[in-house]
Protein backbone atom coordinates (compact mmCIF):
# COMPACT_ATOMS: atom_id res chain seq x y z
CA UNK A 1 0.00 0.00 0.00
CA UNK A 2 1.32 3.28 -0.74
CA UNK A 3 1.97 5.99 1.80
CA UNK A 4 2.04 10.13 2.04
CA UNK A 5 3.07 12.04 4.54
CA UNK A 6 1.17 15.04 5.76
CA UNK A 7 2.52 18.02 5.47
CA UNK A 8 2.13 21.37 6.71
CA UNK A 9 -0.46 23.76 5.43
CA UNK A 10 1.26 26.06 3.77
CA UNK A 11 -0.18 28.80 1.07
CA UNK A 12 2.59 27.89 -1.27
CA UNK A 13 1.76 24.15 -0.78
CA UNK A 14 -2.16 24.02 -0.95
CA UNK A 15 -2.59 27.16 -3.21
CA UNK A 16 -3.55 24.37 -6.32
CA UNK A 17 -6.42 23.65 -4.34
CA UNK A 18 -7.92 26.07 -2.54
CA UNK A 19 -7.28 28.73 -0.19
CA UNK A 20 -7.02 28.47 3.98
CA UNK A 21 -7.25 30.71 6.79
CA UNK A 22 -6.81 30.73 10.45
CA UNK A 23 -10.41 32.17 12.12
CA UNK A 24 -9.72 31.83 15.53
CA UNK A 25 -9.29 35.16 17.38
CA UNK A 26 -7.82 35.94 20.70
CA UNK A 27 -8.04 39.22 23.15
CA UNK A 28 -10.87 41.61 22.68
CA UNK A 29 -14.06 41.59 20.97
CA UNK A 30 -14.16 42.42 17.59
CA UNK A 31 -15.11 41.33 14.23
CA UNK A 32 -13.52 40.81 11.16
CA UNK A 33 -15.63 40.59 7.82
CA UNK A 34 -14.82 38.55 4.69
CA UNK A 35 -11.79 36.76 6.33
CA UNK A 36 -11.92 33.63 3.44
CA UNK A 37 -13.90 33.12 0.46
CA UNK A 38 -14.93 30.36 -1.71
CA UNK A 39 -16.65 29.98 -4.92
CA UNK A 40 -19.73 28.39 -4.82
CA UNK A 41 -19.80 27.24 -8.68
CA UNK A 42 -21.21 30.63 -10.05
CA UNK A 43 -19.30 33.93 -9.71
CA UNK A 44 -22.55 35.77 -7.97
CA UNK A 45 -22.05 32.44 -5.78
CA UNK A 46 -19.10 33.28 -3.54
CA UNK A 47 -19.60 32.97 0.59
CA UNK A 48 -17.35 34.72 2.65
CA UNK A 49 -16.64 33.40 5.93
CA UNK A 50 -15.76 35.80 8.96
CA UNK A 51 -15.21 35.75 12.69
CA UNK A 52 -17.32 37.66 15.04
CA UNK A 53 -15.56 37.31 19.02
CA UNK A 54 -18.22 37.74 21.52
CA UNK A 55 -17.09 38.49 25.24
CA UNK A 56 -19.63 37.82 28.82
CA UNK A 57 -20.41 41.46 29.25
CA UNK A 58 -20.50 43.20 32.94
CA UNK A 59 -23.90 44.72 31.79
CA UNK A 60 -25.58 41.28 30.68
CA UNK A 61 -26.98 40.61 27.18
CA UNK A 62 -28.30 44.11 26.76
CA UNK A 63 -29.87 44.85 22.96
CA UNK A 64 -28.78 48.36 21.92
CA UNK A 65 -28.97 47.73 18.09
CA UNK A 66 -29.91 45.55 15.42
CA UNK A 67 -29.41 45.08 11.68
CA UNK A 68 -30.78 43.49 8.46
CA UNK A 69 -29.47 42.08 4.98
CA UNK A 70 -32.61 42.66 2.65
CA UNK A 71 -31.25 40.07 -0.42
CA UNK A 72 -28.81 37.86 1.82
CA UNK A 73 -29.21 35.39 4.55
CA UNK A 74 -26.66 34.50 6.94
CA UNK A 75 -25.23 31.54 8.82
CA UNK A 76 -23.78 31.77 12.12
CA UNK A 77 -21.48 29.02 14.21
CA UNK A 78 -20.70 29.38 17.75
CA UNK A 79 -17.13 27.70 17.74
CA UNK A 80 -16.05 27.59 21.35
CA UNK A 81 -19.09 28.71 24.05
CA UNK A 82 -22.71 28.94 24.23
CA UNK A 83 -24.48 32.30 22.78
CA UNK A 84 -27.46 33.94 22.49
CA UNK A 85 -28.90 35.46 19.78
CA UNK A 86 -32.03 38.59 19.19
CA UNK A 87 -33.93 38.12 16.31
CA UNK A 88 -36.92 39.87 14.53
CA UNK A 89 -39.55 39.22 11.87
CA UNK A 90 -38.91 41.31 8.06
CA UNK A 91 -40.30 44.51 8.21
CA UNK A 92 -40.71 47.06 5.52
CA UNK A 93 -37.15 48.38 4.43
CA UNK A 94 -39.07 51.98 4.31
CA UNK A 95 -39.85 51.42 8.02
CA UNK A 96 -36.15 51.61 8.79
CA UNK A 97 -36.75 49.73 12.31
CA UNK A 98 -37.64 46.55 13.43
CA UNK A 99 -40.44 45.77 15.84
CA UNK A 100 -38.87 45.82 18.90
CA UNK A 101 -41.57 44.99 21.18
CA UNK A 102 -41.60 41.18 19.14
CA UNK A 103 -38.15 40.65 18.99
CA UNK A 104 -37.02 37.12 20.61
CA UNK A 105 -34.22 35.73 22.02
CA UNK A 106 -32.52 31.98 21.50
CA UNK A 107 -29.90 30.14 23.17
CA UNK A 108 -27.47 28.48 20.57
CA UNK A 109 -25.29 25.71 22.15
CA UNK A 110 -21.41 25.29 20.74
CA UNK A 111 -21.10 24.06 17.22
CA UNK A 112 -24.99 24.66 16.55
CA UNK A 113 -25.11 26.82 13.18
CA UNK A 114 -28.17 28.75 13.45
CA UNK A 115 -29.13 30.56 9.48
CA UNK A 116 -31.38 33.55 9.03
CA UNK A 117 -33.40 34.27 6.36
CA UNK A 118 -33.14 37.66 4.36
CA UNK A 119 -34.65 40.49 6.29
CA UNK A 120 -34.51 38.89 9.81
CA UNK A 121 -33.33 41.30 11.76
CA UNK A 122 -30.64 40.63 14.49
CA UNK A 123 -27.13 41.19 15.89
CA UNK A 124 -23.70 39.96 16.95
CA UNK A 125 -24.96 37.13 19.18
CA UNK A 126 -24.26 37.49 22.84
CA UNK A 127 -21.31 34.89 24.83
CA UNK A 128 -22.84 33.14 27.97
CA UNK A 129 -20.03 31.67 29.73
CA UNK A 130 -16.59 32.98 27.91
CA UNK A 131 -15.34 34.62 24.82
CA UNK A 132 -17.01 33.17 21.80
CA UNK A 133 -15.46 32.75 18.09
CA UNK A 134 -18.96 32.67 15.77
CA UNK A 135 -18.21 31.56 11.88
CA UNK A 136 -20.13 34.08 10.13
CA UNK A 137 -21.22 32.80 6.40
CA UNK A 138 -22.71 35.39 4.30
CA UNK A 139 -22.22 36.28 0.32
CA UNK A 140 -19.21 38.08 0.10
CA UNK A 141 -19.35 41.90 0.11
CA UNK A 142 -22.69 41.63 2.72
CA UNK A 143 -21.27 44.48 4.88
CA UNK A 144 -20.71 46.63 2.41
CA UNK A 145 -23.62 45.90 -0.05
CA UNK A 146 -26.98 44.70 1.82
CA UNK A 147 -26.84 45.62 5.54
CA UNK A 148 -29.01 48.00 7.53
CA UNK A 149 -28.42 49.21 10.90
CA UNK A 150 -31.07 50.71 13.51
CA UNK A 151 -30.19 51.69 16.64
CA UNK A 152 -32.48 51.53 19.42
CA UNK A 153 -33.51 54.64 21.62
CA UNK A 154 -33.17 54.11 25.22
CA UNK A 155 -36.97 53.28 25.57
CA UNK A 156 -36.43 50.41 22.80
CA UNK A 157 -33.19 48.87 24.76
CA UNK A 158 -33.96 45.58 26.22
CA UNK A 159 -32.05 43.14 28.31
CA UNK A 160 -32.10 39.23 27.66
CA UNK A 161 -32.09 36.82 30.18
CA UNK A 162 -31.26 33.07 30.40
Given at each position: ??????????????????NFCNLLLDGPAGFTPDMIE????????????????????????????????????EGIIPLDGDVVIHVGKPTHPRLGKPAVEDMEAFYVPKGTMVTLNPGVWH???????????????????????DCDFYFFKDEEKFQIEL
Amino acid sequence: MRTIKAQPLTHDAFNAYGNFCNLLLDGPAGFTPDMIETNMGRSYQGASFAICRTLVKDEGMVVAAAEFHSWTGEGIIPLDGDVVIHVGKPTHPRLGKPAVEDMEAFYVPKGTMVTLNPGVWHMAPFAVNCPVNNIIVLPRRTYANDCDFYFFKDEEKFQIEL
